[in-house]
């Protein structure tokens, strides 16, 4: 699977929309960029995949370069429930017993 | 929907010891899977099923390592002898239709330490 590089730590304020952003330059052509979250003491949450095109669902907006060397996740209006570890992945779609492996990730604090 | 159920959600026991990890899955869904997530190799697939049929256990690290599901809403990860390398979090995820990882709901969890 490729590397993903993101900050280690974001500040947001509530209400305003959170960007993270997470490099991914060595993506080959058939892998996806998945984002998920970890709310401290709980499972990982599915947030957003795509492969080229931007996507939008209920929770969030994935805005993905033309080349697709980065990608950026949006929180439109983020919550203080928003606050959480985001980790950026990139893997091929669907592969069975494999590792999905998380990087650092990037510690989102959406303050009052 | 109360979501995935694990329990216990800590564990503390001496190395040798065997520990069994519970899960409920999500009513309906009919895949279930086992994760390990640690520092060092962050999420691995340990095994999964698909209505209450082990299907792929490659991921198991070793025979110390057992699952069943016995039923549709209930799977066990038992851990015979433990050891202190096995000292992680364990997460339980189920889901309605298959594989797909955006399709896979998670429990919060069982953090165990052997010592």
């Known amino acids: 699977d490729a590397k993903t590089t993101q900050p280690t730590s974001m500040d947001c304020a509530e209400g305003r929309a959170a960007n993270l952003p997470c490099n991914h330059s060595?993506?080959?052509?058939?892998?996806?960029v998945y984002w998920y979250r970890q709310i401290h003491s709980q499972g990982p949450q599915y947030i957003i995949h795509g492969l080229k095109n931007n996507e939008t669902n209920e929770m969030a907006s994935l805005i993905i370069t033309e080349d697709r060397k980065s990608s950026t996740l949006i929180l439109p209006h983020a919550t203080l429930r928003d606050t959480a570890v985001y980790y950026c992945?990139?893997?091929?779609?669907?592969?069975?017993?494999?590792?999905?492996?998380f990087g650092e990730g990037t510690q989102l604090t959406v303050n009052p | 929907d109360a979501g995935v159920i694990q329990s216990p959600r800590h564990e503390v026991t001496e190395m040798g010891q065997e520990v069994t990890l519970r899960c409920k899955p999500i009513s309906g869904h009919d895949y279930l899977f086992w994760y390990r997530q640690t520092m060092m190799r962050g999420l691995e697939l340990l095994i999964y099923f698909n209505n209450n049929v082990p299907i792929d256990d490659s991921g198991m690290p070793e025979d110390r390592f057992s699952a069943k599901m016995p039923n549709a809403s209930f799977s066990t990860l038992k851990i015979q002898p433990s050891e202190p390398r096995d000292s992680a979090v364990y997460f339980c995820a189920s889901s309605l239709r298959g594989f797909r990882f955006n399709e896979q709901y998670f429990g919060p969890g069982t953090r165990l330490t052997v010592t």
């Open positions: 060595t993506i080959s052509g058939n892998e996806y």
């Open positions: 992945i990139v893997r091929v779609a669907e592969t069975s017993g494999s590792r999905l492996t």
